[in-house]
């Protein structure tokens, strides 16, 4: 599969109008998708083997999307085969009053993955240029100065932040990759009806997001602008389909692992000392009585 194709270059103008959401490259056949994903799946589980034993590097996967784009499904389904040691995940709510008594950027700061993890924000800071600028009555609860909340280049500036926090990261280490799960608004309909006809799926259902609908445009707008400024070529944004799940789980999983293997993780090289170390314990526990 040719990720390329879902990947923002740095500087470039954003239309999601011209990004199918039910695009599936050269798969008519779910099955083979799901084989796929499989793989992925399991190619994952050792490279996320690489990645904690070296302890050198961190993944940082950031997934944003419209309500019942599959947000959960994919990182479920994605990261179902990697060690939970080795991997830390964090759905982002309504701020806390304590989170509310920080700058934006220190829940998220609290809650990055250390060395050697993968590490996944189910949204994230990004919250911050997109439903709160579609609500920006929401910046009086952030107990902002006024020279802040009357700024009118409050958006800008704080596409400016997470950009230098985002490079930040990557020059010590982190790398981040960004997915906008790119769901239709017919196809969110039908999930939202889903979610009412089958029981099971009821505590699903928020009356909110039905609300949110209504501000569709705006959203698609902020998601716009928010992928245009913030996509980097160390940190970059893919919009990814998300009418056919099947397709984007394996969309998401081929992008992890070419990114993990792009990063030439290495298991740590043992030291003379060391490797002495190992052949005296050996001796030891050969030379032991039975018990």
């Known amino acids: 599969m040719n990720i390329e194709k879902f990947r923002i270059a740095e500087g470039s103008k954003v239309d999601l109008a011209s990004h199918r959401t039910d695009f599936t ?12 994903l499989q793989k992925n799946v399991d190619r994952l589980r050792t490279l996320q083997d690489v990645l ?50 920080h700058d934006y950027l220190w829940r998220c700061q609290k ?43 409050i958006w ?46 009821n505590w699903k259902f928020s009356m909110g997001d039905v609300k949110e609908r209504g501000h569709w445009d705006d959203y698609m707008k902020c998601y716009e602008d928010a992928i245009e400024e913030t996509s980097t070529e160390r940190s970059p944004w893919y919009i990814v389909p998300a009418d056919k799940k099947w397709f984007t789980r394996l969309a998401v999983s ?17 030291t003379d000392e060391h490797k002495a170390e190992l052949l005296e314990a050996k001796k030891m526990l050969e030379s032991e009585a039975p018990a």
């Open 111 to 153: 809650n990055l993955p250390g060395r050697g993890m993968i590490g996944i924000f189910n949204r994230s800071h990004y919250e911050e240029v997109l439903v709160v600028r579609v609500h920006p009555e929401y910046l009086k609860y952030q107990q902002l100065p006024d020279f802040t909340l009357n700024d009118k280049d």
């Open 156 to 201: 800008k500036k704080r596409f400016k932040h997470i950009r230098d926090w985002e490079q930040h990261l990557t020059e010590n280490g982190t790398h981040v990759i960004k997915f906008f799960l790119n769901v239709s608004k017919d196809e969110q309909k039908a999930r939202f009806l889903s979610r009412i006809e089958e029981e099971d799926k």
């Open 52 to 101: 904690y034993a070296e302890n050198k590097h961190t993944l940082l996967l950031i997934f944003q999307a419209m309500d019942a784009a599959g947000k959960d499904g994919a990182i479920e389904h994605v990261m179902s085969g990697v060690n939970p040691q080795g991997c830390h995940v964090i759905s982002f709510k309504q701020p806390s009053s304590e989170e509310l008594d």
């Open 25 to 36: 490259a050269d798969y008519t056949d779910k099955q083979q998708a799901v084989e796929d």
């Open 254 to 270: 081929e992008i992890v692992v070419k990114k993990l293997e792009s990063m030439d993780l290495k298991y740590p090289t043992l």
